[in-house]
């Protein structure tokens, strides 16, 4: 194909959506100067010829085939495995309108900036068109992009993480609107690395990464920062959240959408394998969707929820039989793997997969050497699509989306943090989720292990000022509105022995079954300062055996530990500057006044 041919279904002939998207695909590919342009159907056929592709130039090696039938490791570069919060911008004309938040650039000067690395970058490589959805196709909820890039790695993932193709084409036929995305992975160079978004033109524009959200712009990219101002201005909301349902022994099913800051357990929260005495009772918990949450109230005035994705690009270390059985089972097949180390016999494993197997080469490639490094990369992935998942639901293919009953919030806290509490109100849950803390991950780049404030698990996502942000959280607080309640849990608690103090995983089933009786009316709580906290007895502790250090601090509150936490989360909503909603204020001076 001649680089400058356009779309078979000829600009000239259909609505200006097309004409618009082969217009930019030209003026792209001007720049650009790639050798030939493929637009992408999302058939298989594609698929097959792409992945031949990759496997003849070494971006896709096979593993076994008896073990892992059609799955693929791929090993990024070493500089290139993780998010760069430091080197992603959000690029508005007023700068106080991306907030001290975001790291901002003038459009004007990040479009320069930008247009300058992409000069002739696709020179001797092809470019690919991506049309996607994302979510089910036919969702009034969904949205559609389109992403170029250079990178057939991206376009294997696009397709397992999104419904991309012919469908999502004529989609953005008949609606006319798509969010832009230019990608390319320039020279894989650190320091020509940049990931810039421009809310108000719905445009993204990433160089020089081919990793996971600084690559997948449908993602992070698309899904929460470029989404998050689109859902401000109309009206929904844009989350980094898993939703799952419970369903009771009676065959009930309440929906939650849990917001966890990146590699703190989503995945094994959304896949939930109920404990033993719970699945003989007949519990289930379905999944429908393990990073991002897209919601808006529907004509009942309850919040109904897609999720916008179509596939896991999940964290694999940790991954076990034991910790998430239904994870393992979707990964056995049609798999892609990235940065994970391989056993003798090339089957993929990671720390902590607890097989019994052996490692024999690391994720760079080389003779396993645990004094040179871990034999996966602690950001090492797998995409796979969300079907594969024995517990992914119908109702996540519903175009309706979801009622959800409850919302909650957790971070990763060593210390002070309960195991759950139920926040009061709406006012008071959003001021629970904008507190939100959690020490850092190997998701980004940069140190782990450090506390800072991630509200809502949004810090690096949220496409604009974290204080409008939480304005337009309350706004949802309407004569008639039918909200979530509002929890905020903490499965990292640890005990003085540094282990933690919480069994999690499949015991957090305990946890949520408070949440449902709650909303249903029929669980205690103890009302305190920071919230309604479950006395032990309000929880089905039946066959755990928790130490009484355990029991003190997961069901107990430090009212000292609190009011130096919510000292601290005044200085945070201060720094804000009058554009903190006044209401968000008042509660945190209310509560600290409750704790002095
Ligand atoms: O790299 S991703 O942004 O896709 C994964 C994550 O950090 O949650
Ligand atoms: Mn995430």
């Known amino acids: 194909m001649n680089a400058l041919s356009k779309h078979s279904s000829d600009a000239t002939s259909t609505g200006s959506a097309l004409a618009a998207l082969n217009d ?4 792209v590919a001007m720049r650009t ?26 971006t896709l090696l096979k593993l076994n085939e008896q073990t892992h039938p059609d799955s693929w490791l791929h090993r990024s570069d070493p500089d290139d495995v993780a998010r760069v919060e430091h080197l992603t911008y959000v690029c508005t004309t007023h700068h106080e309108d991306a907030g001290p938040n975001n790291h901002w650039m003038a459009p004007d000067e990040a479009h320069a900036e930008m247009d300058a690395l992409f000069d002739g970058c696709m020179q001797g490589r092809t470019m690919y068109v991506i049309p996607y959805c994302m979510g089910p196709i036919d969702s009034p909820l969904s949205r559609c992009g389109v992403e170029i890039t250079d990178s057939p790695y991206v376009v294997a993932n696009m397709r397992i993480m999104t419904r991309m193709g012919a469908a999502a084409l004529a989609r953005i036929e008949r609606e006319g609107a798509f969010v832009k995305g230019l990608h390319s992975i320039g020279e894989l160079d650190p320091n020509r690395r940049f990931i810039m978004h421009f809310p108000e033109e719905l445009t993204i524009k990433s160089y020089g990464s081919g990793y996971g959200g600084n690559a997948l712009l449908g993602k992070k990219c698309h899904a929460l920062r470029i989404a998050s101002h689109q859902a401000r201005q109309e009206g929904w909301l844009a989350e980094h959240m898993l939703i799952l349902g419970v369903e009771n022994p009676q065959g009930e099913t309440h929906y939650i959408a849990a917001a966890f800051p990146s590699a703190c357990g989503k995945t094994n929260l959304a896949m939930l394998i ?7 009772a007949g519990w289930k918990v379905w999944t429908i969707g393990d990073d991002i949450c897209w919601m808006r109230p529907g004509a009942d005035g309850r919040l109904y929820a897609i999720n916008p994705e179509s596939g896991f690009f ?16 979707s990964i056995q097949s049609n798999t892609i793997y990235t940065n994970v180390g391989t056993t003798a016999d090339n089957q993929p494993w990671w720390e902590g997969i607890d097989n019994g197997q052996q490692p024999a080469t690391d994720w760079r490639g080389e003779a396993y050497d645990p004094a040179k490094r871990p034999a996966a990369h602690p950001n090492s992935r797998f995409t796979v699509s969300a079907r594969r998942c024995p517990s992914y639901s119908p109702m996540a293919e519903d175009p309706q989306g979801v009622p959800i009953s409850a919302i909650v919030f957790g971070g990763r806290r060593a210390s002070l943090v309960p195991l ?27 140190a782990v292990g450090v506390m800072r404030r991630d509200p809502m698990a949004m810090k690096p996502f949220c496409g604009y000022n974290f204080a409008d942000y939480f304005a337009h959280w309350l706004s949802f607080d309407t004569e008639g509105a039918k909200l979530p309640k509002v929890f905020h849990v903490n499965w990292f608690r640890k005990g003085n022995d540094g282990k933690f103090l919480w069994p999690g995983f499949g015991d957090n089933l305990r946890v949520l079954e408070w949440m449902i009786r709650r909303v249903e009316g029929g669980a205690g709580a103890v009302e305190t300062p920071i919230g309604r906290l479950p006395a032990e007895a309000d929880l089905n502790l039946e066959g755990l055996e928790l130490s009484a250090e355990a029991r003190a601090k997961l069901f107990g509150y430090d009212r000292a530990g609190w009011q130096a936490e919510f000292e601290s989360i005044g200085e945070f909503l201060d720094e804000y500057g009058p554009r903190m909603p006044a209401a968000l204020k008042a509660e945190q001076v209310r509560i600290s006044g409750a704790l002095a």
């Open 314 to 329: 999940g964290v694999a270390p940790g991954t076990s039989e034991k910790s998430n059985p239904n994870a393992l089972a």
């Open 24 to 27: 930019w695909v030209a003026s």
């Open 33 to 58: 100067r790639p050798d030939a342009i493929h637009w992408c159907d999302g058939s298989d056929s594609e698929n097959d010829a792409l992945v031949a592709r990759m496997q003849a130039d070494g």
């Open 274 to 280: 109920p404990p033993a005495g719970y699945r003989e």
């Open 420 to 446: 759950v509490f139920e926040a009061r109100d709406w006012t008071h849950g959003v001021l629970v989720g904008a507190a939100m803390g959690s020490e850092t991950t190997a998701a980004a780049t940069g």
